[in-house]
């Protein structure tokens, strides 16, 4: 069996390689529907109420009256260099907008992930242990509706029940007016606050990150409990949980420490996976709970006709998923132990 | 006794992939999956009675303002209530199922065809063509579906046309990666082996063994994919670039009342309902289908 921390890194080195040709590759089709497919692009870039001259600085400024193969080259040089573009309507570049709003939406994200582990993964290996049996059918039946809530209906509901009606959390921003932001360390307030033990800003912006880092995790725990589910099944014909059962361990342990330990490796990788739909379903949710993200961004983009910031979005969130499934793979190669490196 | 059950269940699997008659006894097994079945049947059966007599279906016409006093709560007179402009929330539901129903079955049988097209061709070929669509379809899966819908939909201009075109052009990809790895296990079958063997020739084998059997499992997942391309569809419209006002779309009618969560919550909360349990009944029908063709739940199934 090789396994050398030498052969990790090359491992690691070429799936970068490959992050770096997505990325191009992703760019490409950004180019093609944003230059080449739309039917006006110089129209787009400028925003709809620009005026002609206006228009002619934006075909000067993207190069869109060059041949396809120079406007692409300028629009990759563009991206690698940090520029994305313009607003239209304000002039002032998308990077650095996006960049003030990247801590905000990566607390979301991962704030619903942890979530996910926490009740997606041992819901799959309650599911499990009652194969078939009515408990089953009730997780199934859970994950599903998960499955098939629309991010706003979701959103609109926690809404409506924990604010207006219970009334007992907050349904905007990230933290209750009047308490100042921690010192900015990572931008996540919730890691801020805890690294400079200001209290009142933790408690404030734990209460604000609930609503919508679950329903966030509500739309997607369901891949991460079906899949635990799944591998827990396969893992419970196999001789070391006979042996576990045969020693005369309590099913507790048999199940939560023998066997969900073997299926959490898939399970794990699958979440990393998950950055896709959790980025998708973060647009909707940002902006129903007026929370600061890139997410929130975008629909405001949507409604401004801020093309340049929807195209800059597309790459960003298509950056971060490509960074997920290197994580993932990575992770999964160091995680279990009959992956070779070499 | 072992095996009788294995025996047992191998033939109700060998009926799953030859005829109709033996999935619905799967169905019909579960509670859950025939809830989802009755549902599937309800939306086509209203889809179709809307689209061939919607003006003797609907009580109200869905674009038809003031129909009773605009924000009343569900009645009689109005099943469930009506919204700020005085419509008939009722009327307006029914009206939108034919298309967000036809849109999500249109999506996704497209993206069936192009995309299992793709995928079984690649990993039958093999070699450079093989590599070069994997690419491409790795590329097209690494941007969030919704977001590049979303965009495609923007550089088109709002319509549903457009946001149609926009879902396909991102839908294919993940049909294609799974029919190649599908394609890829079935060529070297040993079925497919003694075929050629035989003599029979590449397109036969292609035709007759490998899609037939790589038909099934994209289909299934088809059947699941239906009530995603309905929620990605609801939510473009929820965006503001899918359906445009005054259409009946159960997204648009979901943002169009957002306002209205606190005071009157069964405008915006009926017509996500009703996108609610579309995808619900596509996905509990497919999850099933889904754990007797995996063969990995299918062991523990025995």
Do not use: C
């Amino acid at each position: 069996m090789k396994r050398n921390i030498w052969d990790l890194l090359l491992f690691i080195a070429k799936r970068i390689l490959v992050m770096f040709l997505l990325v191009i590759g992703v760019t490409f089709i950004t180019f093609l529907f944003s230059h080449v497919m739309a039917p006006d692009p110089a129209r787009l870039w400028a925003g709809r109420r620009a005026n002609a001259a206006r228009v002619q600085e934006i075909v000067a400024l993207y190069h869109l009256n060059q041949p396809y193969y120079i406007q692409y080259w300028y629009y990759l040089k563009g991206i690698f260099t940090g520029n994305l573009g313009v607003d239209p309507s304000t002039g002032s570049p998308i990077l650095p907008e996006i960049l003030q709003r990247l801590p905000a939406t990566l607390e979301l994200v991962f704030a619903s992930l942890v979530i996910m582990v926490v009740v997606g993964i041992p819901l799959g290996a309650l599911a499990a242990s009652r194969n078939g049996k009515a408990t089953d059918h009730l997780v199934r039946g859970f994950y599903l509706s998960g499955w098939a809530t629309p991010s706003f209906l979701g959103a609109l509901v926690l809404v409506l029940v924990f604010s207006y009606y219970l009334n007992v959390l907050p349904v905007q921003g990230m933290l209750t007016p009047g308490i100042s932001p921690p010192q900015t360390i990572t931008g996540m307030y919730v890691v801020d606050s805890l690294l400079t033990a200001n209290f009142p800003a933790l408690y404030s912006s734990l209460q604000h990150l609930i609503l919508p880092a679950t329903s966030l995790a509500f739309l997607n725990f369901g891949i991460a409990t079906r899949m635990t589910r799944a591998s827990m099944l396969e893992v419970f014909p196999l001789d070391y949980v006979k042996a576990a059962r045969a020693k005369g361990l309590s099913e507790y342990v048999v199940i939560y420490k023998h066997a969900l330990r073997n299926a959490l490796v898939s399970t794990v990788t699958v979440l990393a996976l998950l950055a896709g739909s959790l980025l998708s379903g973060d647009v909707v949710v940002e902006e129903i709970f007026g929370w600061p993200g890139i997410g929130a961004y975008a629909f405001t983009a949507v409604q401004a006709e801020n093309f340049p910031a929807i195209v800059a979005v597309t790459v960003v969130f298509s950056i971060g998923v490509i960074i997920a499934n290197l994580v993932a793979d990575v992770l999964y190669a160091v995680l279990d132990p009959k992956v070779e490196w070499g | 006794m072992e095996n009788k059950e294995t025996g047992h269940l191998e033939s109700i699997l060998s009926g799953a992939r030859s005829n109709a008659i033996s999935t619905w006894r799967i169905i019909r097994s579960s509670p859950l999956s025939m809830f989802g079945f009755g549902l599937i049947v309800l939306y086509v059966g209203v889809s179709v009675a809307v689209v061939v007599a919607g003006r003797y279906v609907l009580p109200y016409g869905p674009l038809q303002l003031n129909t009773g006093t605009p924000l009343s709560p569900p009645s009689f007179s109005h099943l469930f209530g009506t919204d700020n402009l005085g419509r008939d929330i009722f009327s307006r539901v029914l009206a939108a199922t034919p298309l967000d129903l036809g849109i999500g079955i249109g999506v996704s049988s497209l993206a069936l065809a192009v995309g299992g097209t793709i995928g079984l061709v690649s990993g039958f070929q093999g070699g450079l063509l093989d590599s070069v669509l994997m690419r491409i379809t790795d590329i097209f899966l690494s941007i969030p579906s919704l977001i590049l819908a979303l965009a495609v939909s923007v550089a088109l201009g709002p319509s549903v046309i457009h946001s149609v075109e926009a879902l396909s052009i991102v839908w294919w990809a993940s049909y294609a990666r799974l029919a190649r790895g599908q394609a890829l296990s079935i060529k070297n079958q040993l079925y497919v082996v003694a075929a050629r063997a035989s003599g029979t020739r590449e397109h036969v084998i292609l035709g007759r063994h490998v899609f037939r059997n790589l038909f099934d499992t994209l289909f299934i997942y088809m059947t699941m994919d239906i009530g995603t391309v309905i929620l990605t569809f609801s939510t473009l419209s929820f965006l503001g670039v899918g359906v445009q006002p005054p259409t009946p779309e159960w997204g648009s009618m979901v943002i169009d009342a957002n306002s209205y969560i606190a005071t009157q919550p069964w405008i915006p909360l009926i017509p996500g309902f009703a996108i609610f349990f579309a995808v619900f009944a596509f996905s509990l029908i497919g999850d099933v289908l889904r754990d007797i063709l995996d063969p990995k739940t299918r062991k523990s199934m025995l």
